[in-house]
């Protein structure tokens, strides 16, 4: 039994047509390349996949994706990145993942979930393009915000692993607020994704203040999930 974790699959089998071949570099392939990495998983473990996944609009876009996410072996525990414009309420996803008999995949939102004596938290997070791009909106910005506490909150006192889509880190940037959460709640490890190409050497990895970063975005982490190191 074992813990994985990456982000920004980018996948588009479906209706959308967005294949990151296009890119070139590292994305050449990346299917293939996934599909290899994603053999490291075995029925028992647990992934996270942390945002970004599909490319479709809206879930039945996004069937083929999910179906090629089914396939891979054990639990999936999915949280929401800036362009999973599939994502709706958890309600609709399950109501999908039954209807595609769709099973072990599992919305990371305002919850957490275990692994032994580790909770799994998390959620998408905020990041400066938000701001830079002039739409910042404070309301969900705030929200983002309520839905970590809530996810570090139903762990209880048990040691927390979070996840999120946006870095809440990075050079020249901090997003206090959500640092302010991790110290708040004594978290020691953080996972992220959504720096791709040039954007990996401004990422800021290993310990500060008390808490381990790690980058995983596919494409950085060679399209191959990281198994996240465990207490013994």
């Known amino acids: 039994m074992a813990l994985y974790a ?6 588009c089998l479906g209706a959308s047509d967005k294949p990151m071949d296009i890119f070139g570099g ?6 293939e390349k996934l599909q290899k990495g994603m053999s490291v998983l075995q029925p028992e473990d647990t992934l996270i996949l942390a ?15 999910f179906g090629w996410i089914n ?3 054990g639990r999936k525990i999915i949280l929401k990145g800036n362009h999973d414009y599939w994502w709706s309420t958890a309600a609709k996803f399950y109501k999908f993942c039954q209807e595609n008999q769709y099973e072990n995949m599992f919305i990371l939102n305002n919850n957490c979930y275990f692994y032994g004596d580790v909770a799994l938290c998390g959620t998408r997070g905020w990041f400066f393009e938000e701001e830079r791009s002039g739409v910042h909106d404070e ?5 983002e915000l309520l ?3 809530a996810s570090f909150q139903a762990a209880g006192e048990k040691e927390k692993i979070c996840f999120l889509h946006y870095p809440p880190r990075y050079r020249g940037y901090t997003c206090q607020e959500i640092l302010d959460l991790l110290k708040k709640y004594d978290v ?7 720096l791709h190409g040039d954007s990996h050497k401004l990422a800021m990895e290993g310990l500060w203040d008390g808490v381990n970063y790690r980058l995983i975005a596919a494409d950085y982490v060679n399209f191959t ?3 996240i190191p465990l207490a013994e």
């Open 139 to 143: 309301k969900v910005f705030r929200r």
């Open 71 to 73: 396939a891979i072996p």
């Open 147 to 149: 839905r970590l506490e």
């Open 188 to 194: 020691r490890s953080c996972y992220y994704g959504h």
């Open 6 to 11: 990456i982000g920004d699959l980018h996948l």
């Open 51 to 65: 945002g970004d996944l599909s490319w479709a609009l809206d879930l039945a876009g996004a069937r083929a994706d």
């Open 26 to 31: 590292v994305w050449q392939g990346y299917m």
């Open 225 to 227: 999930p990281v198994k």
